[in-house]
């Protein structure tokens, strides 16, 4: 009988079993669910590859410490310091950007080295740089370990808020090394640098360096766990005497030797601050007082592990899951602290400010991040959002240029990318309930900010427009200003500022003053009111819009989406206008690497897109934007080191994905609404703060999800049906669930009623500007007369050369520098400050046929300092006349013009000369360039 029981009961035990593996397999559940813990997977290395420019060092979230490693300080994809397909390592230096499009930062670089000392990183064997491996890497949240075959260091990484704590494993060796090097950076250049040998465990000092943003300084205190046998020091490149201790001076370096058994751990701590020495002394001091490596980075993870339980999700791919994840953790890299542990903090007077009542924070990515990321942090990290919005209003007062910030930097204000976006992101603080702050003061600071005369403001609140000049990138100025204005009429409207709010409404219409009804695009304006031609729709990057040609802003207008829609004609044509960005050919005339991530004219990879696809949901066909969204997911991230498809941006393009994962959207982050578009999660649960949201949940369950099952057929919200294709901020923060159900087919009319759109945004009586005469089209070809001299680079005269108004192929670009015009027959400075560029682009002149003609070709490198970087080949009339050319290299240097002649040149069986400039297939750079052509009758 016991038998038999026992029998039974194991059967029962078994059964159980099958019963939870059963659930866990049965449709509707994840396998992905039981994956290991985030906090133990690779998310650090997702978009160290390709152009993410994300690092994967040890951080804790909003660290003002990143101690990560440097395989490289120069070029575009090495902004962060670290890429991918690097296989040395030069050092594990304390500060780093996440993801930006310009490099910075990279301080007080620490290097472990075995055999003869080396001061600088040059290469493997001949230099402190050390081969490695991703075999031997490991990167997780908090922690970073990497095996250094090139002195055979096993070296690890963990951080607190404002420290780095190093840990090296040596092999036995009589000439073991910590290397420190004070010169080194990442896209900066020293300015002055000291050290003080305290003692035999302690070293401090300081960095200032001059780079993006300006000047900036740096101090440290580092601790070592073993005394060092002994130290030298290195000033200017000069070694000092055995007796200094201190140095002095623009390029600073020192090296510390041991003595190690096989497997000794040396453990440095080192504290940085940017008030000074003693600041980075009491944050040491404060928050790693001990030897205990496990211990700090077992904190740090457990800061990483709050951050993921804050959203737990199950998928029906474990790869999603870990997608998810990564870009969960990205969003939390920046903005960075940036203040003392007692809350001191230096401002943009370049002084110190105690007790500030408030953490102070940098690194604040706005043109980027007030789209998605700003959002996210309001949501998910509201105790942080006082404290940055006091860091932004910070920079009001000390910095004396009536402005809140651009993109503030380490005390300093970089002035990088347009609009002034910072007012959305206090704008919206204040609108979603945040009052840690004096909302009147910074109402005055916003107003008067939108009301300066910089950056084309001054045409702009003139002639409601900012006045098209080469160069200026005046059309997406607008665009952006317009809605920065918008978001200033909605705070004004809840201040009781109803006089300021009509203003600023009406500034938010200016969109419309440059919408040209012939193209259907947004372009420029000249300050006459003309419209400037040529004109292409795939041009002009960086000249009339920024970082983007015509189509990526064709639908920026975040503040107003019945009113854009109705430019093109209601839901159909507006409809068929964005079926058409997403079917256009990919070609950009100048393809700058910013704008990856294509699906058509659409750009994933840089902002200006981020939005866009979301916009089917406010003209009736949430369909496609379900379609669109998963299409992005899907193709352009995932869990590998390339699983960004542009620049990470301090968050905005991991926030993105966030949102976009769980189904949700803040197409116009101020209007407190969340257009819908396609869950790739199963199940989501997002716990919401406590003391913010009172410990509320949020889910989304998306019944039925799957890799092909990506359109909703059917919605509740809390149990009742939803048709509309948007739910607001406030229905998300009160908690509750939102449940989808998935199929493969669209359904068509879910959320496409006219009364299930989101609500407008503009007032019911606002009376719209009517909109500006169309533009003429390109039209025929006109002709130039003999003598022919075309500035390439400009649609405005330069020193006697004139536009030529048939081109519209390659982009503009200019640069004020001064040029040497010693070459014979060189052209006036003027024509050489600016070039025409593109990866493949002609000319075409109609001449007089029955005679030779003598072509001169101007060129100048304005842009790039080195050779190599730019090589081209030129056509005459089909026949190759300069082969592989470098014109830096060509010209001896930077801002030189060089003049090429072609005389006999004969008309081609159509009469013209044709000129086509192209870049060569193995040219790292992919886009030609030229100054300037002369077409003139031969003299034989």
Known sequence: MKLLNLLQQKFMSFKKQMIVMALVIAPGFSIAAASPNPVNEALPMVGTDAHGHAYPGATVPFGQVQLSPDTGTEGWDWCSGYHYSDSSIEGFSHTHLSGTGAGCLGDVLLMPTVGEVHLNAGSPGDGYASKFSHAQEVATPGYYRVFLETPGVTAELTATARCGFHKYTFPASDQAHLILDLAHGIGNQPVEAALQVENENTVSGYRISEGWGGRRAIYFVMQFSKPFKSFGIEQDGRRLGANAHEAKGKIVKAFLNYQTAAHEVILVKVGISGTGIEGARKNLAAEIPRWNFNGVRAAAVRQWKKVFEGVQIKTFDPHIQKTFYANLYLTCLAPTLFNDVDGTYRGYDHQNHPGAGFQNYTTFSIWDIYRAEWPWLTLMHPARVNDMVQSMLAEYPQLGEHTLPIWPLWANETWCMIGYHSVDMIAEAYLDGFRGFNAQTAYAAIRDTAMQDRNGLKTYKELGYVASRPGDQATSKTLEYAFDDWCIAKMAEALGHPGDARLFYQRAANYRNLFDRTTEFFRGRKADGQWRTPFSPITLVGDEYTEADAWQYAFDVQQDAPGMIALYGGDAGFIGKMDAMFAANSFIQTGIPDIS??????????????????????????????????????????????????????????????????????????????????????????????????????????????????????ATLNGKPLTRPWITRDEVISGGTLRFVMGPQPNTEWGSAPADRPPATMPADFQYPPLPAPAPTNGPVAQLSLPIRIVCGSDEPAGGFIPDPNMIEGDENRAGSPIDTSASNAAPAAVYQSERYGKDFTYTFAVPEGQRYLVRLHFAEIFDNGAGRRIEDVFINHREVLTNLDIFTAAGGMNTALVREFPGVKPDDRGNIVIRVASTADSPDQNAKISAIEILKDVE
């Open 597 to 714: 991530g294509r699906i058509g004219q659409y750009s994933q990879g840089d902002e200006q897109s981020h939005h866009v696809a979301y916009l089917y949901d406010y003209a009736g066909a949430p369909s496609k934007t379900q379609y669109w969204v998963r299409k992005v997911m899907s193709t352009l991230y995932d869990d590998t080191p390339a699983g960004q498809c542009g620049n990470v941006d301090c968050g905005q393009m991991a926030a993105w994905y966030v949102f976009s994962a769980l189904g949700l959207y803040p197409m116009n982050p101020d209007s407190g609404v969340f257009a819908i578009g396609s869950p790739v999660v199963s199940k989501a649960v997002i716990h919401l703060d406590r003391k913010h949201y009172h410990g509320r949940t949020f889910t989304v369950i998306a019944e039925h999800n799957s890799a092909d099952n990506i359109y909703i057929q059917s």
